[in-house]
């Protein structure tokens, strides 16, 4: 299986045969996954409606209802299978969901607070003091054009899908992981705000993190440059290249590389 | 028509062996209202607004013990300016009371004015109580009318700068208090008033409130945590024009509490918001009843309550919206939601709206739920540990009742003690 060239470079995620089926029924969805994010690196996953792209993300951020059956998956060497959720978020993964979850009553700063201390002191840290959170969280926000009346609201309630997007970068921003996975985060976002949300990945581009985007569309590819895409059919990533790969979807869609693996 | 015989039996044994206290001017209303209980006699488990609560521990003629609880932490509103005035079992003490004087405000005890051949109280002691009694009787507020030993007569003419904070301390392991307060709030007075504490094993509270026209009452209320106590608490209350009554209960712990209200909007534009938050793991039984009758035009009414419920704690929602003929205009909401956290735990609801005129807005829903799994993960992939992110979301759950609390302080105060709660449970 291809997963890019072979590099010497620290592996940030590893993915190995993963085979995963629901938990209550035995359908499986997974079928083989191989995947290696090198850190410093953007992978993108492409790939059609169903073929197992979310469940992929949650299975490696520790959503319950799958069943890992057979395969590995690691964060920097360490088995993220066997970790809790707030684990692994501790650990430096972080999911940017394809549907941001409403949470009436929960204000989204407090939200936030509470999640950036928790995974400080996850980490044997200090919390961070309040107005050093607000400073930072003001700036953050500003950069991603979020306003701080957004910030108070309950989180994602009556947020246009934009801006449950762009809350979602805004949490990444202020977590700082070290693995991001994002899913589908372009969709549903208008031109310009695709290019705030790409200047926010962007900017966290640096040679410590790796990330996994997922998306449907080459437009997303043009902003946040990836170094490999795969392409996934099926529950197994049937092809591995360069940014070309993208393009070659985008014009041709995917029965070519389909049969091709078929 | 007589009452069936158990009936007339367990009334005559609670009653048998019990004086009137001394009545003065209000001993009219003492005696009618014995008379009145004679014949409507206490509730049984068979009566129908009984249903969901069984009464037989809140009429025994012995109140059962409840082994007294130390919090291990500072009492409820500590930290906030008050007028204090301590009952401990239900009796007076003048040593941990504040002088009772406050510009705004007259503050007498009932049992001075049952000393007394003419105070204003006559007018209210009773009477409210008395028209709460249809369309369903309420037998334990008419026992209280009866027997009650002391409490205090509240009549707000102006906006006392601070709360009037009635404490109510539990002390012996048996005791059996029986309090009645009656509040009148003049033309454009405001005033806030603080209760607390279990007030004995077993409590029995009733609470007259007459709030005349653009006249502001607001109440915040804690009851004891002490696990074995039982309470049985009434409000009747009826507002004038433009008036506003504003009322919040927090209840965490406690093996049996009955809260019911009676409230009368009788002048337009009236508003009243009452709600509660509860909070019960395992023993724990606790029941709001309300009734909220529209009979005048354009008046507002909230009910809001929510309640947390564990290992087998049971939680009881009875509510009601009258809206008369002529009350037109109403807005009427009515919610009741609970969040079982377990299996074992239950909500028994019954709202009910019964409206005769026909410009009004009322709405009214009641759900049972669990904690929502998508929203625990979502908190949980961000790293919140699950325990903590399950009281962040029991919390935004009981925040729609919290929110009733006009004052912020109070709120946060509230707030910070159900989070304290939370948090017990899990360590
Ligand atoms: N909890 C579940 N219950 C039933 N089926 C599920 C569940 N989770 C995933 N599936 C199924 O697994 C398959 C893969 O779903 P998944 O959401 O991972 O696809 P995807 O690649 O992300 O698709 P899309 O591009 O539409 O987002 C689908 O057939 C889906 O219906
Ligand atoms: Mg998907």
Same mark, same amino acid.
């Given at each position: 299986m291809l997963c890019g060239p072979e590099t010497n470079e620290e592996k940030m995620l590893e993915i190995k045969g993963l085979h995963v089926k629901l938990e209550e029924e035995d359908k499986p969805i997974l079928k083989g996954v191989d995947l290696t994010v090198e850190a410093g690196k953007v992978h993108a996953i492409m790939g059609p409606n169903g073929s197992g792209k979310s469940t992929l993300s949650y299975v490696l951020s520790g959503r319950e209802g799958y069943e890992v059956t057979q395969g590995s998956a690691e964060l920097e060497g360490v088995d993220l299978l066997e970790m809790e959720p707030e684990e692994r978020a501790a650990a430096g993964l972080f999911l940017a969901f394809q549907y941001p979850v409403e949470i009436p009553g929960?204000?989204?700063?407090?939200?936030?607070?509470?999640?950036?201390?928790?995974?400080?002191?996850?980490?044997?840290? /200090?919390?961070?003091?309040?107005?050093?959170?607000?400073?930072? &969280?003001?700036?953050?926000?500003? /950069?991603?054009? &979020?306003?701080?009346?957004?910030?108070?609201?309950?989180?994602?309630?009556?947020?246009?899908?934009?801006?449950?997007k762009r809350n979602e970068i805004l949490q990444m921003a202020m977590l700082e992981p070290k693995m991001?996975?994002?899913?589908?985060?372009?969709?549903?976002?208008?031109? /310009?705000?695709?290019?705030?949300?790409?200047?926010?990945?962007?900017?966290?581009?640096?040679?410590?993190r790796g990330f996994l985007v997922i998306t449907h569309y080459q437009r997303l590819l043009d902003h946040i440059k990836p170094d490999v895409v795969h392409i996934m059919a099926d529950g197994r990533i049937v092809k591995s290249g360069g940014p070309e790969l993208a393009l070659e979807v985008e014009h041709n869609g995917y029965g070519d590389i389909l049969a091709e693996a078929s | 028509m007589a009452l069936p015989k158990l009936k007339a039996e367990a009334t005559e044994a609670l009653l048998g062996a019990r004086p009137l206290p001394k009545g003065g001017c209000l001993q009219a209303a003492r005696e009618s209202a014995?008379?009145?209980?004679?014949?409507?006699?206490l509730p049984s488990r068979r009566d129908e607004y009984w249903k969901f609560t069984r009464p037989d521990t809140l009429i025994s003629a012995e109140a059962p013990r409840a082994a007294l609880f130390d919090a291990g932490e500072a009492p409820m509103f500590s930290d906030f300016d008050r007028l204090k005035i301590v009952f401990v079992d239900g009796v007076f003490d003048a040593e941990a009371s504040d002088d009772l004087e406050m510009d705004g405000v007259r503050i007498?005890? =009932?049992?001075?004015?049952? +000393?007394?051949?003419?105070?204003?109280?006559?007018?209210? @002691?009773?009477?409210?109580?008395?028209?709460?009694?249809?369309?369903?009787?309420?037998?334990?507020?008419?026992?209280?009318?009866? @027997?009650?030993?002391?409490?205090?007569?509240?009549?707000?003419?102006?906006?006392?700068?601070?709360?009037?904070?009635?404490?109510?301390?539990?002390?012996?392991?048996?005791?059996?208090?029986?309090?009645?307060?009656?509040i009148r709030v003049e033309e454009g007075a405001e005033a806030t008033i =603080?209760?607390?504490?279990?007030?004995?094993?077993?409590?029995?509270? +009733?609470?007259?409130?007459? *709030?005349?026209?653009?006249?502001?009452?607001? =109440?915040?209320?804690?009851?004891?945590?002490?696990?074995?106590?039982?309470?049985?608490?009434?409000?009747?209350?009826?507002?004038?024009?433009?008036? *506003?009554?504003?009322?919040?209960?927090? !209840? *965490?712990?406690?093996?049996? !509490?009955?809260?019911?209200? @009676?409230?009368?909007?009788?002048?337009?534009?009236? *508003? +009243?918001?009452?709600?509660?938050? +509860?909070?019960?793991?395992g023993e724990f039984h606790h029941d709001d009843t309300v009734f909220i009758t529209h009979d005048a035009v354009n008046c507002e009414s909230r009910q809001v309550f929510k309640k947390v419920l564990r290992n087998g704690a049971v939680g009881v929602f009875q509510g009601k919206i009258l809206v008369k003929e002529g009350a037109q205009k109403t807005d009427g909401y009515q919610i009741s939601q609970s969040l079982l956290l377990d299996g074992d735990s239950q909500f028994l609801a019954k709202p009910e709206l019964e409206i005769y005129a026909d410009d009004v807005a009322c709405s009214h829903g009641s759900t049972s739920g669990a904690i929502d799994e998508t929203a625990l993960f979502y908190l949980?992939?961000?790293?919140?540990? #699950?325990? #903590?992110?399950?009281?962040?979301? !029991?919390?935004?759950?009981?925040?729609?009742?919290?929110? #009733?609390?006009?004052?912020?302080?109070?709120? #946060?105060?509230?707030?910070?003690?159900?989070?304290?709660?939370?948090?017990?449970?899990?360590?």
């Open positions: 929960v204000g989204n700063m407090t939200f936030l607070r509470t999640a950036v201390n928790a995974q400080r002191k996850a980490r044997g840290e /200090d919390e961070i003091s309040a107005a050093d959170f607000l400073k930072l &969280i003001r700036q953050k926000a500003k /950069d991603l054009q &979020i306003d701080a009346e957004m910030l108070k609201r309950p989180v994602n309630v009556g947020f246009s899908g934009g801006e449950k991001c996975i994002l899913d589908e985060t372009d969709s549903g976002l208008d031109v /310009d705000a695709m290019k705030l949300v790409s200047d926010g990945v962007n900017a966290l581009r640096d040679a410590g | 014995l008379a009145r209980l004679r014949e409507m006699g007498d005890r =009932l049992e001075d004015i049952c +000393c007394q051949d003419i105070h204003w109280a006559k007018d209210l @002691y009773g009477v409210l109580e008395a028209r709460g009694q249809s369309p369903v009787q309420r037998p334990l507020a008419t026992f209280n009318t009866a @027997y009650a030993t002391d409490g205090v007569a509240i009549h707000v003419t102006g906006k006392p700068s601070k709360p009037i904070s009635l404490i109510y301390i539990h002390a012996n392991e048996q005791s059996d208090a029986v309090l009645h307060h009656v =603080l209760e607390n504490g279990p007030a004995a094993s077993r409590f029995n509270k +009733c609470m007259e409130i007459d *709030v005349a026209d653009t006249g502001r009452l607001h =109440l915040v209320r804690a009851q004891g945590r002490d696990h074995e106590r039982r309470a049985a608490t009434h409000m009747f209350a009826r507002l004038g024009r433009e008036s *506003v009554l504003k009322s919040f209960t927090l !209840t *965490v712990n406690g093996v049996l !509490t009955r809260n019911e209200a @009676y409230i009368e909007l009788t002048g337009d534009d009236a *508003v +009243c918001h009452i709600a509660g938050a +509860c909070a019960g793991d949980r992939s961000r790293g919140v540990p #699950e325990g #903590e992110a399950t009281d962040l979301l !029991t919390l935004a759950f009981l925040a729609e009742a919290v929110d #009733e609390i006009e004052d912020k302080a109070l709120a #946060e105060d509230i707030v910070s003690r159900l989070q304290a709660w939370l948090a017990r449970r899990r360590s």
